[in-house]
């Protein structure tokens, strides 16, 4: 009997055990979600500090031929920037149809996910840049008469800014 009341003490002794400076802390909500840490570097080389991320999401709706055909684009925009003049852009959309009079053939032959554009920039200096880029959209969004961006959905201007060439 002596040795398990002895056992016992022990093991709420060990129980109710803490460190005298925990006394006055009490746990906090806001420790639990908010990190007080300055970003790393993600897999050693990769700055969070330089990189951008930006979403959007259109509707729209067309009528043409008796047919309508209504359509969804979410758009996810990101940026990295390596250097003051080496950075890349990519744009991924996806785009579906939540209503269209059209057959299923048309409407899937839109839906789907796209590279709106994929982008390279370098700028050696002020008045000299290199760009490689690469573009898939569905024919819908795309001109006959050439360039294709009108400033609308797929706007090329939203990285291009002084946070991406260092000024």
């Known amino acids: 009997m002596k040795k398990a009341l002895m056992i016992l003490l022990l093991c709420s002794g060990f129980a109710f055990g803490q460190f005298r ?33 930006h979403h959007s999401y259109s509707l729209s709706y067309s009528t043409f031929g008796g047919n309508g055909l209504a359509m969804g684009v979410y758009t996810n925009s990101m ?10 852009q990519l744009d991924a959309s996806l785009v579906h149809t939540p209503y269209s009079s059209f057959n299923k053939q048309v409407t899937d032959q839109i839906n789907g996910i796209y590279i709106s554009r994929a982008q390279l920039n370098y700028r050696p200096s002020e008045n000299f840049l290199i760009n490689v ?11 006959p008469y050439g360039y294709w961006n009108n400033g609308g959905m797929f706007d ?10 260092g000024r």
């Open 79 to 88: 940026a990295y920037k390596f250097s003051d003049k080496l950075n890349v």
């Open 133 to 143: 880029s690469y573009s898939n959209n569905p024919m819908l969004y795309t001109s």
């Open 21 to 53: 400076d925990q006394l006055d802390r009490q746990p906090s909500v806001h420790d639990g979600m908010i990190k007080t840490e300055t970003p790393s570097m993600v897999l050693g080389f990769l700055n969070p500090n330089n990189f951008q991320m």
């Open 156 to 165: 090329r201007s939203l990285f291009e800014n002084n946070w991406l060439y």
